[in-house]
């Protein structure tokens, strides 16, 4: 089955402390990217990746890192969290930026205290 | 201005009626278009994708693209109650960058 997956689905954590985000994907493909979904805001772009060891900042960087070391992997990390990260977090893949086949992970509810 | 702009809503639409869907974008380069609905609490799923000018059909769904009014339009005709849902616009920049607009609330109404 053609998925995108998404580790944790929920977490809290206090400022300051180091985490990662896991997205993984079973499609092969090119475009991999994170968004964060706050009331009001739609869905924010935080990094995207054209390919392995290529990534590019979206309209949200500011906190957040990433790797593309592999393909089907494109984690995110947050190196010391802050409340103002407190928000819904997806993964998505598809084969390019302006494919059809766009796919989400199930989200991650993170909660930073 | 924000670079895609969608009404908020909520869209109160009877049930049996046409549900009208608007988003403008200020990318002048931009070339792909979609429509995703997100269900409270689930992801966004993917159910309209267009990239020239004029009208795409899918069902009971029609994107409408006019670039040089930079508006990019869904009709969901025939609305059921488990069309409501948040429908998001997303474009794809000219810098490969995918922006999403706020999202537009649709309610049906039996």
């Known amino acids: 089955e053609a998925q995108v997956t998404q580790n944790p689905r929920y977490l809290i954590t206090v400022t300051g402390k180091k985490l990662t985000v896991t997205c993984s994907q079973n499609?092969?493909?090119?475009?991999m990217s994170w968004y964060r979904q706050d009331p009001g805001l739609g869905l924010r772009q935080i990094y995207y990746?054209?390919?392995?060891?290529?990534?590019d900042k979206g309209d949200v960087p500011e906190g957040y890192k990433v790797s593309r070391k592999e393909k089907r992997n494109f984690p995110l990390i947050l190196e010391s969290p802050s409340p103002n990260q407190t928000s819904l977090y997806f993964c998505?893949?598809?084969?390019?930026?302006?494919?059809?086949?766009?796919?989400f992970g199930q989200g991650t509810r993170l909660t930073v205290v | 201005q924000k670079e895609v702009e969608q009404n908020s809503g909520p869209l109160s639409v009877p049930e049996g009626a046409i549900a009208s869907l608007n988003c403008t974008y200020s990318?002048?380069?931009?070339?792909?278009f979609f429509w995703y609905r997100q269900y409270s609490g689930k992801s966004p799923e993917l159910i309209m994708s267009?990239?020239?000018?004029g009208d795409k059909e899918d069902g009971r769904f029609t994107a409408q693209l006019n670039k040089a009014s930079q508006y990019v339009s869904l009709l969901i005709r025939d609305s059921q109650p488990s069309d409501s849902a948040t429908y998001l616009c997303?474009?794809?920049?000219?810098?490969?960058?995918?922006?999403f607009g706020s999202g537009t609330r649709l309610s049906i109404r039996p």
């Open positions: 998505a893949s598809s084969l390019y930026p302006w494919d059809t086949e766009a796919f």
């Open positions: 499609m092969n493909h090119e475009y």
């Open positions: 990746s054209m390919n392995v060891e290529v990534t």
């Open positions: 990318d002048r380069g931009s070339q792909s």
């Open positions: 267009i990239y020239s000018n």
């Open positions: 997303a474009v794809t920049s000219s810098a490969s960058k995918i922006i």
